[in-house]
């Protein structure tokens, strides 16, 4: 008793005391489904969101392949849906550059910032540092809504007659500051500054509530480090993302003067369809700056969360203690510190001073030592484990063999002179769809299939749950393998039809086979979504209240808990998170007193 | 119940906490534009000036609210409520003010021929307007913040003595107003 009121008084006095009670007041329909302040709901809806966004963004690359796999098809069903973005059944350049930078902005950011750190965040902390809610339930609310306001203007975007942006997913200057340079400039490009601005508030509402709660609500004898791994992560992760958005914040404000007072920031020295503009003085090279002081911390706000995932799902399903606990956590803090000091690692090629250049050099190669760390401590987290290969588990593996293939590249691309060869190439796809994309859904995957039955209190379907992972698995490289060796040839990215260069046409048949793994792995993931809407409803129950066996708050639960997450009191903690197998237990779970003999960790 | 007590008082409240995160973030975002303020100031095409007299003395204003606002912060803690709403209003009109000679400010640099925006704007005027600009908003949404707490006292039956709201509020004023002393130095420096 005394515990929680000291933690929480003064946050929502009257809701503890209504929680005591276990019974709820004046919940409707709209206040328990819509507007719900409980983090339990909120994080259903940023996941099913997510998922709504991963399905379009998905379909975009499906879209964006068949051009690039059969650049000389006729289909005149596209015709049929899309109308004259697809004349003569023949997907028009346009509507390839807006298929293209529209993916990158709903994966990169809808999906796997906002989907992913929203679910996770939202569903985990409070579960497992031991708390009713967040600190402020309500900006947790007001961040989801913003989410969805952010989500229907870009929604909005892709439907104006002139298209969605349509110049990259980083919208680079001049392109995107000068509505006259192409379609996706118009009023699709000002879509795109105001649904960005609206998401960065929708995140920086959540990670201002992530980050105190965790610093603040803790329960009884929940210290720092006897916290799980996965809120470490994701307070690392709000941290990079309160520091980080604000910057990308500014670069759009001066974005949208440029745009529409005539200001000159980004833009000198610009011939446009034969007139001489005149803008004076300003400099594009500055937008790259602003953009990737954010852009790269922003890859790590995405692979962060789904480090921590992992471990936490690894080291339940192997049995055993997550290996070298400090370490990870360290490396965690180095990797989030380094993130931000590389960001020019993007820009070798801008002219940047070659000394400067060497100096972003090493710290970029700094960032391979925590990395290396934290993938050493996976392995020898499963060697000799024992290990059940539950879905959540294989996703697991997948996610640290990904993470090695893509971060290996990595090191290639952040010697600078390598890169002035690899920049705006295949290899870069390659390298980044390894290491993040697939890594994160990895991740994520592993985080769906293993915190499922604490959502809904059903299992999701195994066998579908394999399959999906080993198509996912194969597809994955499958498609991404072969774009290294594109990309050495030179072959550089975002181009419409690569059949017409006597360089590339030799690789025409290889894009034809990417493609066809990029659609079979699209299936696939749709049949994952049909197992996830299919096993809220129908999946085999729970009936147990700790189905994995598992340590951490979240199963000591009730099955299907209500708002306030223990009926009773918040239960006290003792110790940390992976004692498993140990003196012949096979879990310990945070709640139990340490005994009189017993060593802690 | 008395230990909890103190556990709590000791304890940061998670709103407060939210705001110095908050205000974490707004340093980062005026952090990115003054420093692309110095990258550009380097590059050749940049003109120097001198700022308008009239952003020395929104200074004054500025710096004279934040005064009014911790006076009025007081007079609440000491449940004196007339001079806590008459102190409270001053520091709203003070931002009024502040506000208004910023905005005139913009427009005497227009009218100097020193063009912010438009054709044969400078870089140097534009990024005065950009980042001032921004701060404006950011006065903007505190006098909008203390229309809201004002708003509460009077939607509300029952009496409220809960500061918190009070304490956030002056915390971001005397943010707003440093922000804006940094700005007026940085801006005088580095012309
Ligand atoms: C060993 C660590 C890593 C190194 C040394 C590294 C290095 C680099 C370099 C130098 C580039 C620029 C390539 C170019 O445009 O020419 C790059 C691109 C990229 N990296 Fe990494 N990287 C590493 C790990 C990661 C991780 C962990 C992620 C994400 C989770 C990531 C995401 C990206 C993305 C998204 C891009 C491309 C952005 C774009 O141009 O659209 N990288 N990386
Ligand atoms: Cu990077």
Redesign the interface.
């Known amino acids: 008793m005394?515990n929680e009121?000291?933690?929480q008084?003064?946050?929502i006095p009257h809701e503890v005391h209504e929680h005591h009670d276990g019974h709820h007041h004046h919940e409707t329909f709209i206040t328990k489904y819509v507007f719900s302040q409980d983090h339990k709901m909120i994080a259903k809806q940023f996941l099913i969101t997510g998922i709504i966004w991963a399905i379009v963004g998905g379909l975009m690359s499906v879209l964006f392949r068949i051009q690039l796999g059969y650049p000389d098809a006729t289909l005149p069903w596209l015709e049929d849906i899309f109308g004259h973005w697809a004349k003569d059944g023949k997907i028009q350049p346009e509507f390839y550059y807006a298929l293209g930078t529209m993916h990158g902005t709903i994966l990169v950011f809808f999906v796997l910032t906002a989907g992913l750190s929203g679910t996770f965040a939202n569903l985990l902390i409070p579960y497992q540092v031991g708390a009713r809610d967040m600190?402020?339930p309500f900006?947790n609310m007001l961040s989801y809504w913003f989410f969805v306001l952010a989500s229907i203007i870009i929604m909005a975007s892709l439907f104006v007659q002139t298209g969605p942006a349509s110049g990259g997913w980083t919208v680079y200057p001049p392109l995107s500051a000068l509505g006259d340079a192409s379609q996706g400039s118009k009023i699709g490009m000002d879509l795109w500054l105001i649904s960005m601005a609206m998401f960065v508030v929708s995140q920086?509402l959540g990670?201002?509530?992530y980050?105190?709660?965790i610093?603040?609500?803790r329960t009884k004898g929940m210290t720092m480090t006897r916290l799980p791994l996965t809120i470490w992560a994701i307070l690392f992760t709000a941290i990079l993302g309160?520091?980080?958005?604000?910057?990308l914040?500014?670069?759009f404000?001066?974005l949208l003067?440029d745009r529409h007072?005539?200001?000159?920031?980004y833009l000198?020295d610009i011939v446009l369809g034969g007139n001489i503009l005149?803008n004076?003085?300003?400099?594009p090279i500055?937008y790259q700056?602003?953009f990737w002081?954010l852009g790269h911390p922003e890859v790590y706000i995405i692979i962060l969360p789904t480090m921590g995932l992992v471990s936490e799902v690894m080291s339940i399903n192997a049995r055993k203690p997550i290996f070298g606990y400090m370490a990870m956590i360290a490396s965690m803090f180095a990797i989030a510190l380094l993130a931000f000091l590389v960001w020019a690692h993007h820009m070798f090629v801008t002219g940047l001073n070659p000394f400067l250049g060497s100096v972003f050099v090493l710290l970029t190669l700094l960032i391979a030592v925590p990395s290396a760390i934290k993938v050493f401590n996976w392995i020898t987290t499963l060697w000799r484990g024992n290990i059940r290969f539950t879905p959540g588990m294989l996703f697991c593996v997948g996610f640290v063999s990904m993470f090695i293939s893509g971060g290996l590249t990595g090191i290639f691309l952040g010697n600078s002179t390598l890169d002035l060869h690899l920049h705006d190439t295949y290899f870069v796809i390659a390298h980044f769809h390894i290491v993040m994309g697939v890594s994160a859904f990895m991740g994520m995957f592993a985080g769906i299939y293993h915190w499922f039955p604490k959502m809904y209190g059903r299992y999701m379907n195994n066998t579908m749950g394999y399959i999906h992972f080993w198509v996912t698995m194969v597809c994955a490289y499958v498609i991404f393998w072969p774009m290294h060796y594109e990309g050495f040839a030179g072959m550089p990215r975002r181009y419409y039809d690569y059949s017409g260069w006597e360089s590339f046409k030799h690789f025409v048949e290889l894009n034809r086979v990417i493609s066809f793994a990029a659609i079979l792995s699209f299936l696939v993931q749709l049949m994952f979504v049909f197992n996830f809407f299919y096993s809220i409803f129908k999946g085999r129950k729970v009936t147990t209240q700790n189905p994995w066996g598992a340590n951490t708050l979240e199963w000591t639960t009730p099955i299907r808990p209500g708002h306030g997450n223990w009926p009773g009191e918040i239960p006290e903690v003792h110790r940390w998170a992976y004692d498993y197998g140990k003196d012949g237990k096979d879990f310990i779970p945070q709640t139990e007193p340490v005994g009189k003999d017993e060593s802690t960790h | 119940?008395g230990?909890?007590m103190t556990?709590?008082q000791k304890?940061?409240?998670?709103?407060k906490?939210?705001l110095w995160?908050?205000l974490?973030?707004?340093i980062?975002?005026?952090?990115?534009?003054t420093s692309?303020y110095i990258?550009?100031r380097s590059?050749?095409?940049?003109e120097s000036f001198t700022l308008p007299r009239i952003f020395l003395y929104s200074t004054i204003v500025m710096l004279v609210s934040s005064v009014t606002i911790q006076v009025a912060l007081k007079a609440f803690r000491e449940r004196e409520m007339a001079r806590y709403r008459l102190f409270f209003g001053i520091t709203a009109i003070l931002g009024i003010v502040f506000m208004i000679m910023q905005i005139n400010g913009f427009y005497q640099f227009q009218a100097n021929g020193m063009k912010?925006?438009?054709?044969?704007?400078?870089?140097a005027y534009?990024?005065i307007?950009?980042i001032a600009g921004?701060h404006v908003l950011h006065v903007l949404g505190g006098l909008i913040a203390m229309l809201v707490i004002v708003s509460r006292v009077y939607g509300k039956k029952k009496r409220n003595y809960d500061s918190?709201p009070i304490e956030i509020m002056t915390t971001y004023w005397h943010f707003v107003d440093l922000l804006w002393v940094y700005l007026f130095v940085f801006f005088s420096l580095l012309h």
């Open positions: 005394s009121i000291a933690v008084h003064g946050v600190a402020s900006m920086l990670g201002l509530n980050v105190s709660t610093l603040n609500m309160i520091l980080s958005f604000p910057v914040f500014s670069g404000i001066l003067f007072l005539g200001t000159s920031f000198s005149p004076e003085g300003g400099s500055l700056h602003l002081f | 119940m230990d909890v556990v709590e304890k940061i409240h998670p709103y906490f939210n995160l908050g974490a973030g707004i980062m975002m005026f952090a990115g534009l692309a990258v550009k590059q050749p095409g940049w912010m925006i438009g054709i044969g704007s400078n870089p534009s990024f307007l950009a921004v918190v």
